[in-house]
Every structure is written in C-alpha cells, then in structure tokens.
C-alpha cells in the first residue's frame, strides 16, 4: 500500500462522498489583517496533506480553523460530521479529541513534568486509570524521551520539548494528526525520526496534515502539498516523491 | 474518582507557595470578621445585661387597698414588653432606702411615720429596653388610675441606649463592611493565583480536556482551601481568645466573655469554603469563556 | 527621567484587570481599619465623656473650720491624678439633695437641723479614671486627718471601667490585628500580580536591563497604586461617614460624632503607599534574585 | 575581506592573545545531568562561528554559559575581560549588554507591543530619548515587520516572532551575537534574509555565534563549526565555503 496516494479501498464506501475536513470560503479576519481569504479545501480520511507557504502565510491559522483554536471569521468549517459553526461550547472537547496537535510553539504546561503533560492527555480522553502508566511511558519511548519523563518542560532543549510535543499529540489515539512545524528545532536524525512515526501513524489510519516550510522534506516525501500565499491557497497540488 | 482525587492533590501540592497564601489569606479573613464578631458579640451582651437592670418604678396613691393592688398587677403585667412586676410594699422601700442612704441616714433616723408610697418595680423586656419602647410603656401604666407617679431614669436610659443603638448599628454596619471584603480579598486572591494558570487552562482546553475534568480539582482545591483556611483563623481566634480570656479572668472577676457559638463558628467555615469556590468560579470563568 | 514616566504609566495602564484588582484592594485594607479606627475613637470618646463625669465626694469631719478647709482643699489639689477641687458647704449639699428626692422628699420637709458635713467634690484627671487609680487617690485623701469619709461610687465605677479597659484593649488588639491582615492583604495581592510577570522581570534581564530599569516603574506603580486605593477608601469612608452622621445628627441629638483626625488620615495614606511598596519589595526580591 | 577567517588584520595587537570569549574546561550539570563536560574554547573578535550537534547535545546551554544564562558548575568563563565567576550581581547587566541573543524561543515579552518589546532594549543600554523612535523603526524595517510594530507577541506567526527576536537582539548594537537556532521558524527566503542581516553584523565588527542543526545552512557558508557531542566537543575545525 502506497503512504500517500489517497486510494480508494481505504475509504469506507459511505464516506465516499463526505471528506472529514471540508473548508468552504473561510475567511480568517484578525482586526483589519486577512489571515486567510477564502480559503476551500477539502481533505479526505487517511490523507497525507503538507501544507506550505511563507512566514506568515496563514499555515498555523488554516489549521486553527479545524479544531476551532479560533473562530472562523467567515465561510464553513466541516470536520468529521462536525458543523464548527454550529457546534456548543460543551462539545469543542469532543472535536479536539478527535485531533492530535503538535503546536508551533509546543504549548507544553511547564508547572507539570514531561509525564503528566502526556498522562493528561491520555487520561482526558477516558482511559482506563490502570493502563495510563503503561500507554504514556511507551508514547515517551517512541519519541526517545523515557528517561525524562519527571523533567520539567523548561528543564528541556528545543527539540526535547517538540519531542514531547509529538508524543502528547499522539497520546489520545487521535482520528487527525496536525503538525505545525514538527521538525523546526530537530537535527536531521531526531526529525527523521518523528517523521517516520507520523508515518507510521498514518499507515494505522490516521489523517496527517503538516504545515512546514521545510520544502526539502516536502520534496523528499511527496504527496499532496497545498502551498498559501499571503492567506490564499496558491496551489493545492501532489507532487512525486523524489527518492 | 480516584484519578480526580490524585489530580486534586497534585493541585494542592503543585504550586505549594500560592497554594500557601491563599490559605493564609482565607485565614486572615476569617480571623477579621470573627473577630470583631467576637468582640461585639461579648460587648453587647454585656451591656444587655447590664441595661437589663434598668426597672420602671410605679408609685401608688397613697388609697389603694389590697385587691385593687393584685388587680393593678395584673394589668401592668398586661403590657406589651412587661417582663415582670415586682410589688414593693412602703415597708420594704424604706428599708432599701435606709441602706441606700449613707452619709444621709441621719435625715431618717428619727422618723415616726413612714412617708413613702407604695410601688411597683416593672422589668421590661430585653427587646423594649430602647429608650422610645421604654417610655411608651410607662405611658401605659401612668394611665391607670391608681398610679401616682412613674419613673425610669428618663434621661440616663435615653442618652445611654441611643449611644447603645448607634453602637449596634455601627456594629452591624462594620462586620457587613468586613463580610465584604473578606468575601473580596479571599475570591480575589484565588483569582489571582489561577491567574497565572490561565495559559495552563488553555492548553488543557487545546488538547480536548472538558471544562469538568480541567476545573474539578480546582474547584476542589478551592473548596479545601476555605475549609482549611477557615479552620486556622478560627483555630488561631480560640486560641488567642483562651489567653486573653483566662487573663481576664483574674483581672476583671465580674467580666464574663464567651467564644462565639458553635453554629456561627461552622457558619463561618461554610461561608470559608463557599468563597473558596467563587473565587474559582469568577476566574474560571473568565479564562474558560476567552 | 520622562522615560521612565512614560514606562511607569505604561505600567499601570498595561494590565488594567490587575492594577484595578489592586487598588481595590488597598481601598478595602484601608477601609477595614479606618472604619474600625473611626467606629472605636467615637465610642471611646463618648464613654470617656461620660466617666469625666464621675466624682470622689469627701465628707469633712464635722468640727472643721473655714482655714482648715482652704489648706485641706490645697492639699487634695495636690494628689496626683486630682484635675479640679470643689467645696461644697452643708447647706449646698441639702439644697442638692432635696432636687434628688422626688418621691422621697416628704422624708426631708420638716428637719429643724441639717444634719449633712461639709464636702469637697473632687474630678479626677482623665488618665486616672480607671478603677484602681481612682481608688489610691480615694485612699490618699481619706488618710488626711479631717476627712471623715470618701464615697467613689466604687461599686458602679469598678464594674464600668473594667468592662470598659477590657473594651478598649479588645479595640487595640483587633485593630492590630486589621492592621496586620492588611499590609499582608495589599502586600500579597501586589505579589501576586507581579507574580505573572516573573517571565517578563526574567527577559528584562536578559536583554541587559539593570534591577533598576525594570523594578524604577514597578515600585512606582506600587506607591501609586498605594496612595490612589488610600484616597479612595477613606473617601469611601467619609462619605459613608457623612451620611450616617447627618441621620445620626436627625435621630440622636445628643450623639456627637467626629470624623478621624487628619494626622491619622495623612497617615493611613503614607502607610498604604508604603505598604504599596513592601508588597513590590517582596515579589521583587524574589523574582530577581532567582 | 573575508569574512569567516580570522584575519590577524581585524584584530587590535594588544588582544592578541586573550581572546574575547574563553571557555576553560567548563562544565555544566543539571541534577544528575551533565549537559556540559570539560569544554574548553576559544572564540576572538570579530569570528563566525558555528555551533552544531544533535538535539540535546549542549548547543543552548553552551551559549548559556556565556552570558551568564545559568551560572557554571565547574570552570572558568571569561568574556571581554570579565571573568564571569568573579562578577558582582549588579554589573551582570554589563555583561548582558555585550550580547544581542536570539533565543531558541524567542523570549518576547507577550504582553507587549513589538515595538516595546525592541524599545526596551534600545533604552536599555542608554539611547538618548529622540533617538529611540528612529532607531526601533529601523530595526523592524530590517526584518520586514515595519508594519506590525503595534502588535503583540502571541498574535505573530512563529517565523514573524522569530524575526522580532532578531531585531530586538540587534537593537543594543552589541558586540557579540548569539544566535540560537535563529532560522528554524524561517521558509528558506526569510531565513536567508535574516542570514544576511547576521553576515552584515558580522562585517561592522561584531562576533557573531550561531547554534545550529541545519547542516545545511553551515555546508553552504562555511567557516568554523564547533560540533558538540552529548555535552563534549566532538570537533572543532574550519570548513571551507561551498558555493
Ligand atoms: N492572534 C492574531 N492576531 C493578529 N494577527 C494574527 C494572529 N495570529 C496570526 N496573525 C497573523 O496572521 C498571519 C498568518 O499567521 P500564521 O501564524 O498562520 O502564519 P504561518 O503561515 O503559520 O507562519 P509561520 O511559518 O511564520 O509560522 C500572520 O501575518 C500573523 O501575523
Ligand atoms: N534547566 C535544565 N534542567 C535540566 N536539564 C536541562 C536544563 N536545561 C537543559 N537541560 C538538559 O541539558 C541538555 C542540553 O540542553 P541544550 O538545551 O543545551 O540542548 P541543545 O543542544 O540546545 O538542543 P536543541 O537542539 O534541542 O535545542 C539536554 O539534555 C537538556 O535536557
Ligand atoms: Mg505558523
Ligand atoms: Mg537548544
């Protein structure tokens, strides 16, 4: 099986029709500056989708428009059966369930150790209190942080903190993963690292969008890429991998 | 529940310097208002006893016999705000006024007839014992016929508890001012402490925590933050009180002060607690909503 | 030095939440002991007023002559604690006795004789008005050879001043005690709203800002703020004050109550500005010393 | 002139011999943790150098020891003639001032405006009242965020913090720059952009120290490169210009 063809056996028939993220004319608004200007892109289950542009392009805002981390200024928001607009304020939970963020700038708690950020997450999305040990501890290994677990963020280098990052946003198991930037403080290793687990994440089914300007790993991977422009998708395109 | 409870106390343990002012603070609040309480709680109460003392005199013509003396009595009991009527027969108040006399018990000695009237001493009710209340009654008894004369201490009892009614009244007035602010500083400093979580908050908000599962140790923390913080002021109050109380004992043999009443006490700590949670609520909810 | 007004008005207008949760603060702290200091100057002056009026009487023998009083008076006049000596002859004693009889004063129509001594009316100084200052100096006069007896009301004044020392020291220890939870109050809210800010001291001095570049406007803001809340909650005060004292004035013509002096308002106001300042001092210390 | 050699010509005779930063056998722990073992270097006036290692490998923390970010835990810093050991609590500001940082997370004040955030280094070191305007608005004009001088911090995209973090770290007009991975939030042409701004320090006199993953980045410009290794240096060498 291909990464990063969208084939069609891996849908369900009856979602066919249906992506499980819709933007339709989104329009991101912050005071007089247009983050986004009628931005419509769907993105279906399982896909493997970059999304790219300059600094500045509205890559961290398109994401933000999918697990409501801001509020659509103007346009349709679809993510999974979930209409955003019409979503209450009890059931925002539900939606970010259903996602794994890894944030630009990480957002780890930095009063809680390494361990209780992820054990948090594992624990908010319902499991069992005798399996949280055992799921946090190995989310950890697989990031190649076991033996910090009962350090502080602060107490972390850049890419120990974005390692972290990854492994909380794959704690709850979730639907879609959105990585912003999850390679930005990795040497070369460390990045090929993580990026193997998205991989590796996304062949268990999950959906992958990462939004980075790293166009070498772009071009290395390839897939689908939607390129932004000053708030525009400019081109929404998939390119060949190259090795 | 057992995960909520761990998380609760990771609360409480997790940022130990806060977590210690707060309780400090609640503390030091309900140190404020119950002490005054206290204080005025022991103040009036001797002051009511003392102003309980206070007796109208009603005096009788000198023609009144027996039965109409019961029947008198009985009306005078009648009143609203008579607590009890004591006949003084002229004997006896001579008798009283012999002893009353000092440096004056000569101007009596010689005395052949005994001048004085019959009486009737009336105890008025704690609740009448306000000047107006008082007069108003001896108004009533004036106008039963056989009276002569009635007397109260007018101006003694007037100027005395009007000062005592604008005591109460500033009393009252001082402890609702410090409720107030204790209900302010406590919620306040909560407030201020969650404060510097709020990013901690939207973070749990961010990776799809509900809003019960991120403010429930919090709200637990709050609520044990009163409890505790109410039981140290309180404790520290008792404390303080068992000295000075014992010291005063054998200073002032006839002052007799008592600690406030149990059901005040577990007022206070329920009113403690109930501040500790709507300093969470008001901070919460600010940082929730945004 | 314009710069440095330009950051410290930044400063107090940058977090407008928090710098207003301070000053209300300090308008409550100051609220809560001037309020109290202002309820208790009044009662003790009005019950000062009234003991002034309590008096030692010393009956003279009564074989005393005109010169031995004069020297008598002199050497009463002489005791410590003594304020004003007044002689009062036999016959102004029964022509005062005779107005205190009401009911009584058929006893009295047909004396031939007045059987009453002589007497010295004696005021005693403030400072002395206290049970057993008032009795040494009774002690003392009644050791002078003429003096028959003293009378002190002993008795009544025992009990009074008493209950009333013991008013007065609950009234200085709970103003200690507001006092106390004050500064903590102001001091912690202050703390705890720089507190937020650790991140910021931190970057400051990262970028080479020295301690006082970036403490300067904060400690400024602190006094500001300290002076501004002092304003308010004595203005608060006052005008609470006049209202209550105008109906006051309606219901209780012969209470006179008076607003705190001005020294112990200027002083209120430097206390709340240095309490203003403590209260940066101390998260101030911490944050840059870490 | 060249501009990544240390040319005997662009240093002053006198300092010669005592180079403007020494590091002697430094070491650093953190509890249990070594993050710094036994390292010894050298860096004079006016060098470009290189620092570059794996995540976690000591590259922030070696920075760190320079300008007194944590104090050391065995061994000598001496920067510019200060022997940092030795350094009274209030002449660390003196030290602080010799540097223009870049943090690795940018360390904005979010709770002020961009152009605070730059004025407060500006006045800082003494500029003169009437000269702060001119001076803020050029440094913001030179990363290209002339136009969002009026907001804050956390409504910046990560690559245009990243930029305000570089101007604010040139705005003391220090002597030596440390740049902790200064363009790991940059898409290729701001990154090069700010890259240029670091060279064009660099040819006014300044020293300029940049910690680095992006072998890349280091392939293409060339120069000295300090490669750290689990808290040790692993090499230390010039390599030559690619392109
Ligand atoms: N909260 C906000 N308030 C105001 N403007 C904002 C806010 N968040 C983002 N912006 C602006 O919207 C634009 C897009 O920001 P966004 O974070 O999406 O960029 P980006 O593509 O992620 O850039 P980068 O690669 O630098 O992270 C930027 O110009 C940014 O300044
Ligand atoms: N305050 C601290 N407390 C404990 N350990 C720390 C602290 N700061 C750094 N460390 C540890 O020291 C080691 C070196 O950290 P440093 O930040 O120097 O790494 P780095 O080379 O900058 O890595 P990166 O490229 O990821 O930023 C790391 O393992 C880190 O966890
Ligand atoms: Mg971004
Ligand atoms: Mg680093």
Known sequence: ?243 | MIRFLIRAFKEIFSNLFLNAVTVVTIAFSVLIVSAFLLFFVNVEAMVSAWIEDIRIMAYLRQDVSGDDISEIQFKIEAIEGVKAVRFVSREEAMEEFRTQLKHQASLIQHLKENPLPDAFEIQVSPEFQIWDKTETIAIKINALLPIEDVEYGQQWLERFTSIFKLFELAGYALAGLFFMASVFFVSNTIRLALYSRRDEIEIMQLVGASDGFITGPMYFKGMFQGLLGGAVGLSVLFSAFSLISSNIGQMFSEVKVCFLPVNLQIGIVVVSMMTGWLGCYLSLRRFLKS
Do not use: W
Request: charged letters at 25%; proline letters at 5%.
């Open chain 1, 1 to 243: 099986m291909t990464e990063f063809d969208d084939t069609p056996e891996a849908k369900p028939s009856d979602d066919a029709i249906a992506p499980l993220i819709r933007l339709f004319h989104v329009y991101k608004r912050y005071g007089a500056k247009t983050a986004l200007a009628d931005i419509s892109v769907d993105i279906a289950e399982k896909e493997f989708v970059f999304i790219s542009g300059h600094s500045g392009a509205g890559k961290s805002t398109l994401l933000k428009m999918t697990y409501l981390g801001e509020p659509v200024s103007q346009g349709q928001v679809v993510v999974d059966g979930l209409n955003l607009a019409r979503l209450s304020r009890d059931r925002i939970p539900l939606l970010r369930r259903k996602f794994g963020i890894i944030f630009q700038d990480y957002k780890l708690i930095p009063t809680r150790t390494v361990y209780d950020n992820i054990a948090l997450v594992v624990e908010a999305v319902g499991t069992r209190g005798n399996l949280i040990d055992k799921r946090v501890k190995s989310l950890l290994r697989s990031v190649g942080m076991e033996d910090r677990q009962k350090s502080y963020p602060p107490g972390l280098s850049g890419g120990e903190q974005q390692r972290v990052a990854v492994a909380r946003a794959m704690a709850g198991n979730p639907k879609i993963i959105l990585a912003d930037e999850p390679t930005g403080s990795l040497d070369h290793d460390a990045a090929e690292m993580i990026f193997d687990l998205l991989k590796k994440f996304h062949a268990h089914g999950a959906t992958v969008i990462i939004a980075t300007h790293d166009t070498e790993l772009i071009r290395n991977t390839g897939g689908r890429v939607i390129i932004l422009k000053q708030g525009c998708v400019e081109t929404d395109t998939v390119i060949p991998k190259l090795r």
